[in-house]
């Protein structure tokens, strides 16, 4: 059995906000939005890793949940913003420079658009990555 040192997640969170930062225009909050934002803007959501260890090899696989609000009006925007976000993950996925991991594959494992109460309208897109520990 492998001593697990670290969990992977805040090293992968920070490199994919880096990226996505980078990548495109819409504001992105890596907590909640602060008060006052204006629609539309990205948060990450529900984050998790489950280990996959045996005696010589700690790999991970994670999920990060990108949270896309936007208003009543901008059903449109949300859904290019939602287009936009999984083209430059999975483009940008395999190539993230993470400290003491690398990242093997990322993929998209649920893309999901729906009228939001305190919104107006929101979609969420569920990143799923498998890291080897380096």
């Not at 280990?51 to 991970?60: G, I, L, Q, R, S």
């Not at 190539?95 to 919104?119: K, M």
Request: net charge negative; glycine share 6%.
């Amino acid at each position: 059995m492998i001593l697990i040192r670290e969990v992977p997640l805040p090293p992968l969170q920070a490199a994919l906000f880096t990226a996505l930062k980078e990548a495109q225009d819409t504001p992105i909050y890596g907590g909640d939005a602060p008060e006052g934002a204006t629609l539309p803007y990205i948060t990450f959501g529900a984050t998790t890793a489950k280990p996959a260890v045996n005696k010589t090899v700690e790999m991970w696989t994670a999920s990060i949940r990108l949270e896309v609000w936007g208003s009543d009006a901008q059903r449109k925007a949300v859904n290019d913003i939602i287009n936009d976000l999984v083209t430059c993950s999975t483009y940008y996925g395999e190539q993230l420079q993470l400290e003491n991991f690398e990242v093997i594959n990322c993929e998209v494992d649920l893309v999901e658009t729906f009228p939001e109460s305190t919104t107006g309208y929101h979609g969420t897109i569920s990143l799923l990555f498998t890291l080897n520990r380096k």
